[in-house]
């Protein structure tokens, strides 16, 4: 098996993007969104090692903005879900367009 090359993450884009996009947002993008309309982030514990988050927001910036804060008050776990969809919705156009990676038996 080869090591790992550049070249492996143009073959790759269809998962690097999804996931790097996701954790982008998630964990950068959202925070600064959510405290700029002032945002109450909702922390639940599902267990000791499950962090699942949300914001809310007051009824006037919910009425004024309903399609972002609908968007930042998705908790972790949906947008973990979105993310799963993204990656199997560009594998299957990297597959469409021959850029995903083939097993050997089909080379």
């Not at 080869?2 to 070249?7: G, L, Q, R």
């Not at 945002?39 to 809310?56: F, K, Q």
């Amino acid at each position: 098996m080869s090591p790992f090359t550049p070249k492996d993450l143009i073959r790759y884009w269809w998962v690097i993007v999804p996931v790097l996009s996701c954790a982008l947002f998630n964990f950068a993008v959202r925070p600064i969104l959510a405290m700029r309309f002032d945002g109450v982030e909702v922390i639940a514990r599902a267990g000791t090692r499950r962090r699942d988050s949300h914001w809310t927001f007051d009824p006037i910036v919910r009425d004024e903005h309903p399609l972002l804060t609908g968007f930042l008050g998705m908790s972790d776990g949906q947008l973990a879900l979105i993310t799963l969809a993204a990656i199997t919705v560009c594998g299957f156009v990297a597959y469409l367009f021959g850029t995903a990676p083939r097993s050997a038996s089909d080379e």
